[in-house]
C-alpha cells in the first residue's frame, strides 16, 4: 500500500473541502444566519410590544446552529490543516520507519524505529519521487533508504558502499574500494538474540568513509550464490569464488548490509538508482524492547 499516495489524495479531498468552506459554505451559512436572526428580532420585537421577555439565549442559540458545519464538512475541512501538516512533514523534511529484518545488524536491530532525512538528497516531489532541487548526493557509508528497484513498493535500508564511477571488490568478505583496502578492527563475537548464533564482529573502515560494526558468519561461503543474471548493468560486475567486483553506473549507488552474510543488497540484485531513493536515516527514536537504543547512529 502507497501511504505516500493515501496520504496525498486525502490531502486533495480535504482541501477542497476546507476552500470550498471558506469560499462558498461558510458565506451561505452567515447570511443564512442573518436572515434567521432578522426573522428572529423582528418576532422579539412584536412579542416585546405585548410585555413579553426577551430571550437572548435562545437568539444565541439560533446563531450557533446556523453557524455549524454540516458533519461531513466540519470532520473533512477541519483535519485538512493537520493532513496537510503531516504530508509536509513526511514528503520534504524527515519520514519515520520501522526496521523489520536483521541485515543491518548491529547498527540497526529489529523493532528500531528511525527517522530519515528526505533533504539532504535533494528535494523530490511526493509520490513520484522526482527530484526537484539537487542539494547533496548520497556519501559512501551513509545509511540509506531506498525503494528496492525488484519492486518498488517495498523500502529497503541498506549502507552505502560504492557512489558513481567507483570500483567496489567484495574478496573473501574484505572491501576495496578504486584499489584501497578497507580497514578492520576484530571486535569481540556478536551474539544475534534473533538467530541465537554469534557472528564475527569488526569494526570496518571504508576509503575516504565513515567507520562502522559489521558482522560475517564464519560458516558462510564467501562467494555470492543465487544473484540475479539480469539486474541492469549486470555486465560491471564480475564473480568469482571469492566474492565479485563492480563498478557503479552513472546515477547508481552501490549497498550493503551491515550483517554481511545475511543481506539481500547489491550483490544479488545490483545497484541503486538515484531515482529510487527515499533518504538518509540519521537517528533511532523509539525501541518499545529497549529505549537504550534511541540516539543517532552511524
Same mark, same amino acid.
Given at each position: 500500500m502507497n501511504f505516500a499516495l493515501i496520504l496525498f489524495v486525502l490531502v486533495v479531498v480535504t482541501g477542497i473541502a476546507w476552500v470550498a468552506d471558506k469560499l462558498v459554505f461558510e458565506k451561505q451559512r452567515r447570511l443564512a444566519a442573518q436572515s434567521a436572526l432578522a426573522e428572529f428580532d423582528a418576532r422579539q420585537a412584536e412579542l416585546q410590544r405585548y410585555g413579553q421577555s426577551d430571550l437572548d439565549h435562545s437568539r444565541s442559540r439560533l446563531a450557533e446552529e446556523k453557524l455549524r458545519q454540516p458533519w461531513w464538512l466540519e470532520y473533512s475541512a477541519s483535519f485538512f490543516p493537520v493532513i496537510l501538516a503531516v504530508f509536509v512533514l513526511r514528503s520534504f523534511v524527515?519520514?519515520?520507519?520501522?526496521? /523489520?529484518?536483521?541485515?543491518?545488524?548491529?547498527?540497526?536491530?529489529? *523493532?528500531?524505529?528511525?527517522? +530519515?532525512?528526505?533533504?539532504? &538528497?535533494?528535494?523530490?516531489?511526493?509520490?513520484?519521487?522526482?527530484?526537484?532541487?539537487?542539494?547533496g548526493e548520497p556519501q559512501r557509508g551513509d545509511v540509506m533508504v531506498f525503494r528496492y528497484p525488484k519492486d518498488e513498493s517495498l523500502d529497503y535500508i541498506k549502507r552505502v558502499i560504492g557512489v558513481p564511477g567507483d570500483v567496489v571488490?567484495?574478496?573473501?568478505?574484505?572491501?576495496?574500494?578504486?584499489?584501497?583496502?578497507?580497514?578492520?578492527?576484530?571486535?569481540?563475537?556478536?551474539?544475534?538474540?534473533?538467530?541465537?548464533?554469534?557472528?564475527?564482529?569488526?569494526?570496518?573502515?571504508?576509503?575516504?568513509?565513515?567507520?562502522?560494526?559489521?558482522?560475517?558468519?564464519?560458516?558462510?561461503?564467501?562467494?555470492?550464490?543465487?544473484?540475479?543474471?539480469?539486474? /541492469?548493468?549486470?555486465?560491471?560486475?564480475?564473480?568469482?569464488?571469492? *566474492?565479485?567486483?563492480?563498478? +557503479?553506473?552513472?546515477?547508481? &549507488?552501490?549497498?550493503?548490509?551491515?550483517?554481511?552474510?545475511?543481506?539481500?543488497?547489491?550483490?544479488?540484485?545490483?545497484?541503486?538508482?538515484?531515482?529510487?531513493?527515499?533518504?538518509?536515516?540519521?537517528?533511532?527514536?523509539?525501541?518499545?524492547?529497549?529505549?537504550?537504543?534511541i540516539g543517532s547512529f552511524k
Open positions: 524527515v519520514e519515520p520507519f520501522k526496521i /523489520p529484518s536483521g541485515s543491518m545488524i548491529p547498527t540497526l536491530l529489529i *523493532g528500531d524505529f528511525i527517522l +530519515v532525512n528526505k533533504y539532504d &538528497y535533494g528535494i523530490r516531489l511526493p509520490v513520484i519521487n522526482k527530484k526537484v532541487l539537487d542539494i571488490s567484495y574478496q573473501d568478505k574484505r572491501l576495496t574500494i578504486n584499489g584501497k583496502p578497507a580497514e578492520y578492527a576484530p571486535l569481540p563475537d556478536y551474539l544475534d538474540e534473533e538467530r541465537l548464533a554469534y557472528s564475527k564482529h569488526f569494526r570496518e573502515k571504508l576509503p575516504a568513509g565513515p567507520d562502522h560494526g559489521i558482522l560475517n558468519d564464519p560458516d558462510r561461503p564467501a562467494y555470492v550464490s543465487g544473484a540475479d543474471p539480469d539486474f /541492469p548493468f549486470h555486465e560491471n560486475c564480475t564473480y568469482n569464488q571469492q *566474492g565479485l567486483t563492480c563498478k +557503479v553506473p552513472p546515477g547508481h &549507488y552501490f549497498v550493503m548490509g551491515d550483517n554481511r552474510d545475511n543481506s539481500l543488497d547489491s550483490r544479488y540484485w545490483g545497484f541503486v538508482p538515484d531515482r529510487n531513493i527515499v533518504g538518509k536515516a540519521f537517528l533511532i527514536w523509539m525501541n518499545l524492547g529497549n529505549f537504550g537504543r
